[in-house]
């Protein structure tokens, strides 16, 4: 076998190398800066404060005491100051202003259908950007309520904050969320120059789950890391989300009652009180709406009948928000079909409020979840006009209204998580009925690919690991993280076998069927198999069935747990993802950031971010299969296996190459940022 971390002349392998002189340089700065200000304290205490006040942020904060972030939050006394900064701020309202100069974005519906879709700049999607109305008939139905109560400022909502903690029924994937966010403190990196030179933006942010409050997917992830990285990008961020009574409590009782106010809602004029609790939190503002009536239930989603009212509901009440709060971003950026009514609220019956001068994104994380419902139904919660139920905006088929189809109408520009998938959901296999519609507004529409958060998903760190580990022990630690998760879920203790990883929602999305067809096949005496998931019974029990038929060589944890997930991640060799589509997909950027080897299947994100492995020129992340067949997955599961066992040494540095791969957030912040200022300048 061949020895770890050494080439075969005995020296450094490079990826490690470059990594351990990586750190040792971070720390050397680090110390460095340090130093001079200790020596000026031993003289002169005074003197040393006022270079500290002088010091850039980031030298600064090296020499504060470390907090964690949720505590400093909480406790800060100045939690609402950020708020009333952002309404201050001179940037915002100065290109708010510029922005109010700007043509409107829309033109009548009837002209946009008629025209050739596929304009190139984001200026010229925005002229296509169809869907305008009659402004009369959007000022007639003016939004938004007057204040109930003067804003009581900083005074806590005991109440429904105490009935929320004495709630216990709360769902599975939310009492993982519940559970201690792991990792250690963020450092708080430098921000470079240019950064700053980067003219600043606000954005509101509207989705309808966000990791650690509450996360079901890679939705909750995103909504979480994008906006921090957004931050690193002179952006003004507020994330405005439902305060579902399932958050956890240790999140619930920081929040600050920033003021509430009823809402005209439905077609009749029924109307709804909406409360707005405030977080601050690594610099982002989460706001969260609150009603009882709508956000009670133990999990966010629950089934259509219940969901459609409620994001009806948020989707104008994250507009009145902002409008009560008169924070008006540059940008409103939404979220999936839970927020996909934002832009069309804005465009009709926000259109004589402040707000309407801002330009909208809506961000597609999966289309296959697009609120389709009845017209009528759809019609009375929303209360939106007559003109907008019409077959280039709201209505699908004959009698069915759908919402997401609507927001990417009314939206000034429509991104999805990768470039890969912006391309598929054009074509029918993969637009779910909407690939009409896309082609029609792929002039509008870009691909940006989801990164990771380094502050949760970092094997160096995380604290949910038995053995911590980064690129130059990877090798050592990983076995370790193997044995242990072997003992933990009841397998057969053995190094040299080759344990495969699933974790993944159980849906037929995600490939399930293909991994049912064959597992018996990939079982052999040198693999194990571990699942972790919920989701449709059918593929639960078939993995129940599995654990029993291989007992101790297969764990189906049929359950939402975040420290199994990172514990798998860990210890795992190889992870599967062979979905039938894949947005983006986090699990396999997970898998590389800790050294675990994707199998995937061609599509989507999985496309975009695996590199197949190349055996000629040893390059490459992962393995991969193209077409959706089971005898393609087991060939691709083989020749991974294959790869382990008689071809270690190149399989140990595609582990290693792997952990190198940059999968951070920042470069998609900046993509995001360049969109934001080419929509707004
Ligand atoms: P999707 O959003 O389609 O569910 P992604 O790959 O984009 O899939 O994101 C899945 C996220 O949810 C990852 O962070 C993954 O670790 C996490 N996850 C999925 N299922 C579970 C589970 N059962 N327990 C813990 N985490 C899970």
Redesign the pocket.
């Known amino acids: 076998m061949v020895k770890k971390n050494t080439t075969k002349t005995g020296k450094k392998k490079t990826p490690s190398t470059v990594a351990a002189t990586k750190r040792k340089v971070q720390t050397a700065a680090k110390s460095k800066a340090k130093e001079p200000i200790e020596e000026v304290k031993a003289q002169d205490p005074k003197a040393a404060e006022v270079i500290v006040e002088t010091l850039p942020k980031a030298t600064v904060q090296e020499e504060l005491p470390e907090t964690a972030p949720v505590e400093a939050a909480a406790e800060e006394p100045s939690v609402t100051e950020p708020v009333e900064a952002a309404a201050e701020e001179p940037s915002v309202a100065e290109s708010v202003e510029v922005a109010v100069e700007e043509p409107s974005v829309a033109e009548p519906v009837e002209a946009a259908a008629e025209e050739a879709p596929a304009a190139e700049s984001v200026e010229a999607a925005m002229e296509e950007a169809p869907a305008e109305e009659p402004v009369e008939a959007a000022a007639e139905e003016t939004p938004v309520a007057e204040p109930v109560e003067a804003v009581a400022e900083e005074t806590p909502v005991a109440e429904p904050v105490e009935a929320a903690a004495e709630e216990s029924s709360v769902a599975e994937p939310v009492e ?1 969320a519940a559970e201690e966010p792991s990792v250690t403190e963020p450092e708080e990196a430098a921000v470079p120059e240019e950064v700053y030179m980067s003219p600043r933006r606000s954005v509101a942010f509207i989705g309808s789950e966000c990791y650690p409050f509450v996360k079901t ?3 909750g ?1 995103v909504m979480y890391a994008l906006p921090k990285a957004l931050v690193k990008q002179n952006c003004d961020v507020k994330v405005i989300l439902p305060r579902y009574k399932c958050i956890p409590w240790e999140y619930q009782q920081k929040m600050i009652y920033r003021g509430s106010f009823e809402m005209d809602l439905c077609a009749d004029g029924r109307s709804f009180y909406v409360g707005i609790m405030e977080y601050v939190w690594d610099g982002v503002v989460y706001d969260f709406i609150d009603n009882e009536e709508f956000f009670s239930n133990g999990n966010p989603y629950t089934n259509l009948i219940d969901d459609i009212p409620k994001y009806c509901y948020f989707a104008k009440a994250a507009l009145a928000a902002l409008n009560y709060m008169d924070w008006i971003p540059n940008i409103i950026h939404c979220h999936d079909w839970q927020a996909a009514l934002v832009p069309v609220y804005l465009r009709t019956q926000f259109v004589n409020t402040k707000l309407t001068t801002a330009k909208t994104i809506l961000t597609i ?2 289309l296959r979840f697009q609120g389709i419902y009845n017209i009528p139904t759809i019609r009375y919660w929303s209360g939106l006009p007559d003109y907008v139920f019409n077959k280039d905006a709201l209505v699908t088929g004959w009698i069915d209204a759908n919402m997401l189809k609507g927001g990417l109408t009314y939206s000034n520009i429509i991104t999805t998580v990768s470039q890969t998938y912006a391309g598929e959901i054009q074509s029918p296999y993969y637009g779910e009925g909407l690939d009409a519609h896309l082609r029609y507004h792929s002039g509008k529409l870009r691909g940006i690919v989801n990164g990771i958060d380094y502050d949760i998903w970092n094997p160096y760190t995380d604290a949910r690991l038995h053995a911590n580990y980064d690129i130059t022990n990877v090798l050592d630690k990983k076995k370790e993280n193997k044995r242990k998760l072997q003992e933990e879920l009841g397998l057969v203790q053995d190094d040299h076998k080759f344990v495969i990883g699933l ?3 159980l849906t037929n999305q995600k490939g399930l069927d293909l991994v049912n067809a064959i597992l018996p096949q990939v079982m052999d005496e040198h693999t194990q198999i571990v699942v ?3 989701g449709d019974w059918v593929y639960e029990d078939s993995f129940r069935y599995y654990e029993g038929a291989y007992k101790g060589n297969v764990c189906s944890n049929i ?4 420290t ?2 990172h514990r798998i991640y860990a210890g795992a060799d190889a992870l599967l993802v062979p979905s039938q589509f894949e947005p ?4 396999q950027l ?1 898998a590389m950031h800790y050294g675990t080897i994707p199998i995937v299947r061609e599509t989507g994100g999985l496309k975009d971010t695996v590199e197949p492995y190349n055996m000629y020129f040893n390059t490459g992340n992962g393995f991969t299969f193209d077409y959706y067949d089971a005898g393609l997955l087991l060939d691709a599961i083989n020749r991974a296996k294959t790869f382990y066992f008689e071809n270690r040494w190149c399989w140990d540095e595609m582990v290693q190459r792997d952990m190198d791969k940059d999968l951070s957030w920042e470069n998609s912040a900046k993509q995001y940022k360049d969109l934001y200022l080419d929509l707004t300048w």
Not at 559 to 562: A, I, L, R, S, V
Not at 584 to 587: D, E, M, R, S
């Open positions: 993982a997917g890679g939705l992830d994380h999966n974790i993944s929602r972790l998931g919920t359950m939402y747990d975040e199994r997930a983006c997909g986090l699990t997970i």
